[in-house]
């Protein structure tokens, strides 16, 4: 089975800090995706990867960067963490582009309070 | 920008009954897919469906497409206590399959 984990369950910061959330799945994904969910929104696309080294940005990027460095590890950071990006955090990946294997696997999540 | 709305929002039945939720669509797709939620966990994928398929059929899951009116149906059959979760269609759409989730069903199976 596809395991994805993250680095945290909950996290407590404070406005203007500079936070790191830390996704890891162990089954040679190649894409690799941030999600936050908010009541009422659902899941919303903040940034995606295809492969190392490679980024696209989804439906909310303000605020947010990403980095992968590793085709196992996706990180999200938050440049300067202001109380609106009080969510949870959703990590999820991909086997690759161009199959038929479409499913996605998430983490277990992050939930994030800014303060 | 939300692709798929569910309906309803919240549904309570008892255990053994059938649940069915609806999910519409704005734009063509590639595939539609459905994921449960547990309270405060990540999300499990359930089933795809292809824009080429009509119904679907997993375990106690059956999953319908109408791509002409733009809707899908996730029925869940002789309901357990542990199926009480949060219920997401995301469609899949464009070269790179991205997905974009509805804001989900809440289903309650009372025991």
């Known amino acids: 089975d596809v395991k994805v984990t993250q680095s945290s369950r909950y996290l407590v910061k404070r406005t203007g800090e500079k936070v790191f959330l830390e996704c890891v799945q162990d089954?040679?994904?190649?894409?690799m995706f941030w999600y936050r969910q908010d009541p009422g929104l659902g899941l919303r696309l903040i940034y995606f990867s295809y492969d190392v080294k490679m980024k696209e940005k989804g439906d909310i990027p303000e605020g947010y960067s990403v980095s992968r460095e590793k085709k196992e590890r996706f990180s999200l950071i938050l440049e300067s963490a202001s109380t609106n990006q009080t969510s949870m955090y959703l990590c999820?990946?991909?086997?690759?582009?161009?199959?038929?294997?479409?499913?996605?696997?998430f983490g277990p999540g992050t939930r994030l309070t800014v303060t | 920008s939300q692709q798929g709305e569910e309906d309803p929002q919240a549904l309570s039945i008892q255990e053994g009954e059938n649940a069915t939720m609806n999910c519409s669509y704005k734009?063509?797709?590639?595939?539609l897919q459905w994921y449960r939620q547990n309270s405060g966990r990540g999300l499990v994928h359930l089933i795809l469906?292809?824009?080429?398929?009509r119904e679907k059929h997993s375990g106690r899951l059956r999953v319908t497409l109408d791509t002409s009116k733009k809707s899908s149906s996730l029925l869940i059959t002789a309901s357990r206590a542990a199926d009480t979760a949060s219920y997401f269609c995301?469609?899949?759409?464009?070269?790179?399959?991205?997905?974009?989730f509805g804001t989900g069903t809440l289903l309650a199976v009372q025991p």
């Open positions: 999820a990946s991909r086997l690759r582009w161009g199959t038929l294997r479409h499913e996605q696997y």
């Open positions: 995301a469609t899949a759409s464009g070269a790179t399959n991205k997905l974009i």
């Open positions: 469906i292809r824009s080429n398929e």
């Open positions: 089954m040679d994904h190649e894409n």
């Open positions: 734009t063509s797709i590639n595939n």
